[in-house]
């Protein structure tokens, strides 16, 4: 198990940028691959990107490509969803997800693929 928390969120104008964080405990967050999901009002949860546990495998939502970067510091136990060019519709809570992984270059793009979940931070775009 490993516990996750976020930061970084908060309320920005359309075209501004934010870099989510998610601060893990534990010494084995280099096992586990990472996810970051979002959930507007009355939506469901959606993926919006992952990366493995090396780091060297991502992958993006189309929602999101081009304008998001996920990356993680291995060394920090930490993960980070860089978003640029954000637009109203990308207001929503926004989860970090872990999940162990034997392969170095998996990634899981579907929630229910994930086991540990943190509590949300939110993030509001004004147009």
């Known amino acids: 198990q490993v516990q996750l928390v976020e930061s970084g969120g908060g309320l920005v104008q359309a075209g501004d940028s934010l870099r989510l964080s998610c601060a893990a405990s534990?010494?084995?967050?280099?096992?586990?691959?990472m996810g970051w999901f979002r959930q507007a009002p009355g939506k469901e949860r959606e993926f919006v990107a992952a990366i493995s546990r090396s780091g060297g495998s991502t992958r993006y939502a189309d929602s999101v490509k081009g304008r998001a970067t996920i990356s993680r510091d291995n060394a920090k136990n930490t993960v980070y969803l860089q978003m640029n060019s954000l637009k109203p519709e990308d207001t929503a809570v926004y989860y970090c997800?872990?999940?162990?992984?034997?392969?170095?270059?998996?990634?899981?793009?579907?929630?229910?693929?994930?086991?540990?979940w943190g509590q949300g931070t939110q993030v509001t775009v004004s147009s």
């Open positions: 997800a872990a999940q162990f992984s034997a392969s170095g270059s998996s990634w899981y793009g579907i929630d229910s693929m994930y086991s540990n």
């Open positions: 534990g010494r084995t967050f280099s096992t586990y691959a």
